[in-house]
Nanobody
Framework: QVQLAESGGGLVQPGGSLRLSCVAS????????MSWYRQPPGKKREFVAF???????GYSDSVRGGFTISRDSAKNTVYLQMNSLKPEDTAVYSC??????????????WGQGAQVTVSS
């Protein structure tokens, strides 16, 4: 079994910054893509950013230029640096990872989510 645990959420003023972390643990035989999603209050979950094992990355239009995704593969960890935060960035942020299992299959796992609130 694999677990993902996010940390680093909280309350920040508009224009501020936060850094989210997500650590994968358990039976891991390699991790492919790692991603961040968010669910604003009353809305559906939306894609934020992804990073591949080769560190190729991509972003949604709404965060490109303000957020940066990175990973430390040795620590099975993905980060999301969020700068110039706006109230509309308020959401529960969740990470996901495509993990290689012992049997060679790749399965997607999700974390529980971290609340990010941008407000003055």
């Amino acid at each position: 079994q694999v677990q993902l645990a996010e940390s680093g959420g909280g309350l920040v003023q508009p224009g501020g910054s936060l850094r989210l972390s997500c650590v994968a643990s358990g039976e891991i035989f390699g991790i492919q893509d790692m991603s961040w999603y968010r669910q604003p209050p009353g809305k559906k979950r939306e894609f934020v950013a992804f990073i591949g094992a080769d560190e190729n990355s991509g972003y949604s239009d709404s965060v490109r230029g303000g957020f940066t995704i990175s990973r430390d593969s040795a620590k099975n960890t993905v980060y999301l640096q969020m700068n110039s935060l706006k109230p509309e960035d308020t959401a529960v942020y969740s990470c996901s990872a495509v993990v290689n299992a012992r049997d060679g299959a790749a399965r997607t796992y999700w974390g529980q989510g971290a609340q990010v609130t941008v407000s003055s």
